[in-house]
Nanobody
């Protein structure tokens, strides 16, 4: 499985970005998908997750709740992260990942990773 993340860039505080992550090599419709981020000098953080199949269960970290929305398009084998009301503290490299199962826990079972896309939010 290969995951290709895109959509990062430089945006002013209060702006929006949409990250995309397209999978190839196999269909991931049954797998949970997620977004992580890592800011310089900080540990990797689980930002958002979406369950497999219908994507009926989602998770958003408290730091992004109400501002970020994760979604998936199984027909395109793609997961998205809509990021609104961006803040400078959202600056990080964002990684998409696929879980071995249809649920996004445990986090240690995110076994397929994309290469990361940089999001920079200026104040």
């Amino acid at each position: 499985v290969q995951l290709q993340a895109s959509g990062g860039g430089l945006v002013q505080a209060g702006g929006s970005l949409r990250l995309s992550c397209a999978a190839s090599g196999r269909t991931l419709s049954s797998n949970a998908l997620g977004w992580f981020r890592q800011a310089p000098g900080k540990e990797r953080e689980f930002v958002s997750g979406i369950s497999g199949r219908s994507g009926g269960s989602t998770y958003h970290a408290d730091s992004v709740k109400g501002r970020f929305t994760i979604s998936r398009d199984n027909a395109k084998n793609t997961v998205y992260l809509q990021m609104d009301s961006l803040k400078p503290e959202d600056t990080a490299v964002y990684y998409c990942a696929a879980h071995y199962s249809s649920f996004y826990y445990p986090l240690s079972d995110f076994g397929f990773w994309g290469q990361g896309t940089l999001v920079t939010v200026s104040s």
